[in-house]
C-alpha cells in the first residue's frame, strides 16, 4: 500500500502511549506531565541529559488519527500528547472510516471485551492487532480466528515477551548447556491474565508452539504453572514452571534459568527499560500484515498461549494434569 497506515486505538491506557510513542511525534513535555503511571516517558526517555531525546527509533510509517475510549476524558487526555492530532471519537462507529489499521490496547485488562470490540472491525474487513492477552477464553480466540478467516481479514495479537530480541538473544546462549532439560521462569505477583500471558509468551518464545499438558497449584490464580510438551526432541524434557506468585518485580523484570545436565544459564531480568524494543518488533510485523493481508504470526500459536491459561485454571481446580487437548476443540 502507498502512503503511511492510519491507525484507530481503541483504549487510551498505558499500553496505548507505549506504541503511539513509536509511531507518532509527540510533546515530551506533556508526556512527562501525565507519565501514564510512570512509564509513559520514564522508560522512553533514559538518556538523562537530554531529557527530550527518546533513547528508542521511531518505526515510520504509521500515522495515528482517531482515539476512543469508554471515559472519553482519557482519549482527550492522550491525544494531547500527540499534540491534538488524532480525533477523538465519541463512539467506535467513528472508527470504521479513514483507517487502515485498528489497534486495541490493553495494558492491565484480562481480554473478556476483546472479541466484542474486535468483531465488528473484522467483519468489515479492516486489519486489527489485538493487544495482549488475545483473550480470556480459549471459545473466544477460536471466535476470532473463526471470523478472521471469514471475512479474510487480517489479525494478530502479541506480548512483547514474544517478540522482545533480549529473549531471542539469551535464546542463542542453550549451546551453553547443549540441550535445555528444565526451565524456570520467575515473573512476580500475577494475579490476572494481563500478567499471565506475558510469561506464557516468554515460554512460547523461549521454547516456541507445541505445548502438550500443564499441571497448576497455588493460593492465587495460575500461581505455579509447568507446561509439558511431552517427548518432543526439541524441547525442554522436564518442561517450563513459571511462577506467578514470586514475589516483587524490578521494573516488570521476567528472569529465566535454563537448566540441563552441562550446567545452567541465568538471564538477567527482561525489564520496562527493555520492552521499547519489544514494541519495536512487534510494529514492524503490524506494518507487514497490513501491508500483505497476512497475519504474520500463525493463528495456532496465538490460540496456545490461552489454551494453557484456560487448561491452567482446571488444573488448579480440579488437581490434576490437564492436556490443551481437552480445552482446545477446534472444529
Not at 507505549?18 to 507519565?35: F, G, Q, S, T, V
Request: proline share 5%.
Amino acid at each position: 500500500m502507498s502512503g503511511k497506515i492510519k491507525v484507530g486505538m481503541i483504549r487510551c491506557d498505558l499500553h496505548a502511549v507505549y506504541y503511539a510513542n513509536l509511531i507518532e511525534e509527540h510533546d515530551p513535555k506533556i508526556l512527562w506531565d501525565y507519565n501514564y503511571g510512570k512509564g509513559g516517558y520514564y522508560y522512553f526517555y533514559q538518556t538523562y541529559n537530554r531529557p527530550y531525546q527518546m533513547s528508542f527509533p521511531k518505526v515510520e510509517g504509521f500515522e495515528l488519527v482517531k482515539l476512543w475510549d469508554k471515559n472519553i476524558e482519557e482519549a482527550e487526555k492522550m491525544a494531547k500528547v500527540y499534540f491534538g492530532k488524532p480525533k477523538v471519537c465519541k463512539n467506535l462507529g467513528e472508527l470504521f472510516e479513514g483507517v487502515d489499521l485498528i489497534f486495541i490496547a490493553d495494558c492491565n485488562g484480562e481480554g473478556n471485551d476483546h472479541l466484542e470490540l474486535a468483531k465488528p472491525f473484522i467483519e468489515k474487513g479492516i486489519p486489527t492487532f489485538i493487544d495482549k492477552p488475545f483473550t480470556y477464553d480459549i471459545k473466544d480466540a477460536l471466535e476470532l480466528v473463526k471470523l478472521a478467516k471469514k471475512y479474510k481479514t487480517p489479525i494478530m495479537s502479541l506480548s512483547i515477551l514474544r517478540e522482545l530480541p533480549h529473549v531471542k538473544y539469551f535464546k542463542n546462549r542453550f549451546i551453553e548447556i547443549e540441550k535445555p532439560e528444565f526451565c524456570v521462569i520467575k515473573t512476580g505477583d500475577f494475579f490476572s491474565m494481563a500478567g499471565h500471558i506475558h510469561g506464557i509468551s516468554l515460554a512460547q518464545h523461549l521454547f516456541g508452539f507445541g505445548a502438550e499438558a500443564v499441571e497448576c497449584m497455588g493460593e492465587t490464580p495460575l500461581a505455579f504453572l509447568h507446561i509439558d510438551y511431552g517427548k518432543k526432541e526439541e524441547k525442554p524434557e522436564r518442561g517450563v514452571i513459571i511462577c506467578f506468585a514470586s514475589g516483587k518485580m524490578w521494573h516488570c523484570g521476567f528472569c529465566v534459568s535454563v537448566y540441563s545436565g552441562n550446567g545452567v544459564i541465568h538471564s538477567p531480568p527482561f525489564s520496562d527499560y527493555d520492552f521499547p524494543w519489544g514494541c519495536i518488533e512487534i510494529l514492524k510485523k503490524i506494518k507487514k500484515m497490513v501491508e500483505t493481508k497476512q497475519p504474520q504470526v500463525p493463528y495456532e500459536e496465538m490460540i496456545e498461549c490461552i489454551a494453557i491459561a484456560n487448561a491452567g485454571r482446571i488444573s488448579q481446580k480440579e488437581k490434576r494434569k490437564v492436556y490443551l487437548k481437552e480445552v482446545w476443540k477446534n472444529d
